[in-house]
């Protein structure tokens, strides 16, 4: 395969329904070994940029390719060895065991008849810890609390072990110690050469981890860089309304109404 | 996982069920036949030997042309509408979702009705199992396509368009048995409050043939199943095609429907009862809950049918009344357990 390209490149991205533009000519490249964080109001087209991303829907104009490959050229399979999605909402309906959860993501390694042998349930039990949630592989998942039904989906995400990773808001439900931890984790992820890829709400939490932003309002890109660049008092106040300060001190951005 | 010995035994256990309930089943009746005597006849019967001494010309009757026939395709039939429960169930993400209460059989047993009454049933013995797939195949899009909107299925949308479309099914199948004989109340009874009463070795095929093959088929669809019980966007970004594939499910299911409502009429509430007492006992993993429900409706059924021609004897009471008298309280009290759940496909 071509390994010098190992890139997402969007370009030129449209996706419109019923006459309504939700993204409006969006291009961008998204490299591994980084994390990027997607911001804007609500509204403003990220969680459908995300699912145009990972092929959930399709774009009505603009290509993206994936390792020099447009997406639609990939077999189902094929494709979700390379990008793994989570969702903004995980259904738990069924009582699924958090094992059986987390190895669905080693279906798409898996043919027709095939089960998960040992290493797959080794490396669902280690993904699994990644999330702090040791012991818990025999649990059902309908008994579990958001937070911790979130954290089980986000170990169903790694056990996929795609270059790239997308997060349709993955810190929404946790509490303030496990969204830490689980930007640390993503950030880890990315320093160790994965491409993360994810809609954030908390401005302030994407500064800190994120190694670059992207703005996104009514649909079209309003900047992508570092941080301390994009997130201007500029952008803050036009796009977000709100006030923000960057700390030369401590490098931290802080907002206010 | 999915194929330990924990669960090689618990095919085993419920293999042995099914082979003593048909036996006991064969046995039980108005006229009982001794266990030896069952074992022989049918031993004999199968293998094209002459039955052996000790053996009468009626219990060897009862034995192989009444209650074998009948009890097989209550066991093909009940083990077809519980794997179509189980599909279905994880198909819509709906616990409710079931063919009877979907419309799928009435719509089944309307184009089924209409093929009697027309007489194209008669050219092949497969035409009459494969007319009322058509019928439930029609059914199943137009509710289908009536409660999906935007991409998504709405629970209660889906089950009350199920509702309304089998109550239509049901009303058609009454005007056209009521204008085209004279035994309509009689007919009518057998269609809407279904049986496997008067059943002959040909009934058996019509619904063996199409069920077996359905259900085979859909066993490669197992993972399948377990992804989207996580979601449209997580199963399909764990390598499930998922449109194409609810085109293949919903087919094969409609095959098993139309099959078992051509031979049976109406038996509903089997897909429901089914899988949610095997899924309480092993689990969701449709590796295993696939073929365990196949296995548990296929003792059910001829079990409910043996209390139906029991119970009242000589009497018989219809098969779909025993089964709506166990599976309506199973279906209320699964009702009010997702009551304010509010789930989308």
């Known amino acids: 395969m071509r390994k010098e390209k190992q890139s997402i490149k969007v370009s030129g991205l449209c996706y419109a329904v019923t006459g309504k533009t939700i993204v409006a000519d969006t291009s961008f490249e998204i490299e591994k070994n980084e994390f990027l964080g997607i911001v804007g109001p609500n509204g403003a087209g990220k969680s459908t940029l995300l699912k145009l991303l990972t092929r959930i829907l399709t774009p009505s104009d603009g290509y993206i390719l994936i390792d020099g490959e447009d997406i639609f050229g990939y077999d189902p399979k094929e494709l979700y060895r390379k990008i793994s999605f989570l969702p903004q909402i995980s259904y738990f309906d069924f009582p699924l065991s958090v094992l059986e959860v987390v190895l669905m993501g080693r279906y798409p390694y898996l043919g027709i008849f095939a089960s998960e042998n040992e290493d797959d349930i080794k490396h669902a039990e280690n993904c699994l810890s990644l999330v702090d949630m040791d012991g818990f592989s025999q649990r059902k998942v309908t008994t579990l609390s958001g937070g911790e039904q979130q954290r089980v989906s986000v170990a169903r995400v790694l056990a996929q072990e795609t270059d790239f990773i997308f997060l349709d808001e993955p810190s929404s439900h946790l509490d303030i110690h496990h969204k830490f931890a689980l930007m640390e984790l993503l950030s880890s992820l990315a320093q160790k050469g994965k491409g993360i890829v994810a809609v954030l709400h908390d401005l302030d939490l994407a500064s800190r981890f994120c190694d670059k932003i992207l703005v996104l309002e009514n649909g079209r890109s309003k900047g992508l860089g570092k941080p301390s660049q994009v997130l201007s008092e500029d952008i803050l106040s036009s796009v977000f309304k709100i006030k923000g300060s960057w700390d030369p001190g401590s490098g931290n951005l802080s907002v206010s109404l | ?345």
């Open chain 2, 1 to 345: 996982m999915p194929t330990g010995k924990k669960t090689l035994s618990l095919y085993a256990i419920l293999a042995s069920l099914l082979a003593l309930t048909v036996i006991a089943c064969v046995s039980l009746g108005a006229v009982s036949v001794p266990f030896g005597k069952v074992l022989n006849i049918i031993a004999a019967k199968s293998l094209w030997l002459d039955v052996g001494a000790g053996i009468e010309k009626s219990q060897e009757l009862i034995v192989w042309n009444v209650r074998l026939p009948r009890v097989l395709l209550a066991a093909t039939i009940g083990g077809g509408l519980s794997i179509v429960g189980v599909v279905m169930q994880a198909m819509f993400r709906n616990p409710l979702a079931e063919p009877g209460i979907l419309g799928w059989s009435s719509g089944g047993a309307f184009f089924a009705v209409l093929s009697i009454y027309t007489g194209i049933y008669q050219h092949w013995f497969l035409l009459l199992p494969l007319v009322a797939f058509a019928g439930t195949l029609l059914t199943a899009y137009t509710v289908y396509g009536i409660s999906r909107y935007r991409g998504f299925v709405e629970n209660t949308t889906l089950l009350l368009c199920g509702v309304g479309l089998g109550t239509l099914f049901i009303s058609l199948t009454t005007f056209v048995l009521s204008v085209s004989n004279a035994w309509s109340m009689k007919e009518m009874l057998f269609w809407l409050m279904g049986g496997v009463d008067s059943r002959s070795w040909t009934h058996f095929a019509m619904a063996f043939v199409p069920v077996l093959i359905a259900s085979v088929i859909l066993l490669f669809y197992a993972k399948n199943l377990n992804a989207r019980l996580l979601g449209y966007e997580a199963a399909k970004t764990v390598g499930i095609d998922v449109e194409r594939t609810t085109k293949h499910l919903v087919i094969l299911s409609s095959l098993i429907v139309g099959a078992s409502v051509a031979v049976s009429g109406i038996v509903g509430f089997v897909g429901l009862i089914i899988p949610h007492s095997v899924r309480l006992l092993i689990g969701v993993d449709h590796r295993r809950l696939l073929p365990a429900s196949f296995i548990s409706g296929a003792i059910f059924l001829p079990l409910a049918d043996l209390i139906a021609r029991t119970v009242m004897s000589p009497q018989e009471i219809r098969l779909g009344v025993i089964t709506s008298l166990v599976g309506v309280p199973f279906f209320l009290f699964l009702l009010r357990r997702n009551f304010g759940r509010k789930t989308i496909v």
